[in-house]
């Protein structure tokens, strides 16, 4: 696959529509609306770490959507979509979200960096 002007364009408005959903959840247990102690209370989680996961959250879809760190965001948002993962299984919930936005994340930079598509080659005909 030829990297193309097309390639990185699409690569970045995928990462750009992947941070949105992180940002908003991150400002939202900032902000506490009723709604996000009734998720945590849901989840078993402790309400009082709305604040540090928000701080989290939002760091790391910040350093995802800075072009020069957005390998090392994607990393930590796999990992924190690991515990999501992790905190919604515990609950007997579907992770097929979480899991479609770890593939997304991946994708979008798959796009835009031939070195990472040499990394994880895919069968060529």
């Known amino acids: 696959m ?15 529509v992947m941070a949105v959903p992180f940002i908003i959840s991150s400002i939202m247990k900032l902000i506490n609306p009723p709604t996000v102690a009734e998720g945590f209370n849901h989840l078993g989680l402790p309400v009082d770490l709305r604040v540090p996961i928000g701080i989290l959250e939002l760091l ?13 965001g994607a990393i930590l948002l796999t990992g924190y979509l690991g515990g999501a993962i992790l905190t919604h299984l515990r609950m ?10 770890g593939i997304m994340i991946w994708g979008s930079l798959f796009l835009r960096y031939e070195t990472l598509r040499n990394l994880i080659p895919f069968a060529k005909r």
């Not at 790391?60 to 090392?72: D, E, H, K, Q, W």
């Not at 007997?92 to 936005?101: A, G, K, R």
């Open 2 to 16: 030829q990297q193309t002007k097309k390639l990185t364009t699409i690569s970045y408005v995928v990462s750009t």
């Open 60 to 72: 790391c879809a910040v350093i995802f959507l800075t072009p020069r760190t957005c390998v090392l």
């Open 92 to 101: 007997s919930e579907p992770v097929y979200l979480q899991i479609l936005f």
